[in-house]
């Protein structure tokens, strides 16, 4: 029985492979050609650009403003890897002090209540809505407040990048009524708390606003708050190795050097002396060449120094600053 179904088996196989095959074979029609079909519902482009507001809703809007921050957000951390910063000219003086103190107000409010410890993971603000406050703080009562907002932000795990970083150290010292670098000292100087990720760059950014903290006190006759100004650039610096930056900064050194001589005081040449002595020690120690940006600051406060060391009669200091300076004009 078992051969029956087995040669029956072998016959129906034969049966099968003998049988013609027949293919059909189909033309499909281009996709050109299935294209040019629905050409004539497609909108122009004249009707494209004049839709263009009516379509889009607020997400779209949001969007497009974001994609432009990532743009100019390329741009900075570009500038940031090389030590350097973009200008920001968001905070224009044109806009009305009201709206601009409402603008913030809003929006600080806003983040403030969505990064309660009650508020749900999915309602937590964008990442960029950090940014785009810091675009609208105009007065040093606004920057004051950050940190409090700062806080919060990080309790709720939310980041906070470098530029980001860049960003609120310049709302606070380089901002027109701002001008509060002692904030950015207590931003920077607990990173546990408001865990900034500073560059080289944004330490600049504070050691410039003391300095700058340090002519306008001594412009005033203020020279007790001068000094806390020059003060408070060097803890600046001292923070440096805290962020593994390294410390060696010309444009810092430069900074301190400049800021000491505006003291206008022996207590401000002496610092000056120090830093400078400091300095030509690396630069003894440096193997790379100076930029063009960093050997600018560097002679003009090793210039200014030097008339200090003449009028003192400190002779064997002015040699020795001659020949640093002429190796650093080499790089301008």
């Excluded at 609120?168 to 920077?188: N, R």
């Excluded at 944004?202 to 003060?231: H, I, M």
């Excluded at 400091?278 to 560097?298: D, H, M, Q, S, W």
């Amino acid at each position: 029985m078992a051969a029956f179904v087995r040669s029956m088996a072998r016959i129906a196989t034969r049966a099968s492979a003998s049988a013609p095959r027949v293919v059909v074979r189909t033309r499909q029609a281009p996709a050109v050609m299935i294209a040019r079909q629905y050409h004539a519902f497609r909108p122009t482009d004249s009707v494209l650009k004049s839709k263009k507001h009516a379509i889009m809703d607020d997400d779209d809007e949001e969007l497009e403003a974001e994609l432009a921050a990532l743009e100019q957000e390329k741009r900075e951390l570009e500038a940031l890897e090389k030590g350097e910063t973009l200008q920001d000219n968001s905070n224009s003086e044109d806009s009305s002090s009201s709206a601009a103190s409402s603008q913030f107000q809003e929006k600080y409010d806003a983040i403030l209540e969505k990064t309660q410890i009650s508020t749900p993971v999915h309602q937590l603000p964008r990442h960029t809505a950090l940014y785009h406050l810091l675009k609208t703080v105009t007065t040093a009562d606004q920057a004051a407040a950050l940190p409090e907002l700062v806080q919060q932000w990080r309790q709720r795990k939310l980041p906070i990048t470098p530029l980001i970083s860049d960003k609120l150290i310049q709302a606070v010292c380089h901002t027109t009524k701002a001008q509060s670098p002692e904030i950015a000292i207590q931003l920077l100087g607990d990173r546990e708390v408001y865990g900034l990720s500073p560059g080289q760059g944004t330490v600049r950014r504070v050691v410039r606003s003391f300095v700058r903290g340090v002519e306008d006190a001594v412009g005033a006759g203020n020279q007790e708050l001068a000094l806390e100004k020059l003060d408070g650039a060097f803890k600046t610096m001292a923070l440096m190795p805290y962020y593994n930056l390294p410390a060696d900064d010309f444009a810092v050194y430069s900074n301190l050097i400049r800021g000491s001589l505006a003291l206008g005081s022996e207590e401000g040449q002496r610092r000056a002396e120090v830093t400078m002595d400091e300095l030509l020690l690396i630069n003894g120690e440096k193997e790379e060449p100076l930029t063009r940006k960093r050997a600018a600051e560097v002679v003009a406060a090793a210039e200014a120094l030097h008339k200090v060391y003449e009028a003192n009669g400190k002779q064997d200091k002015a040699e020795e600053l001659n020949k640093a300076m002429a190796q650093w004009r080499k790089n301008l």
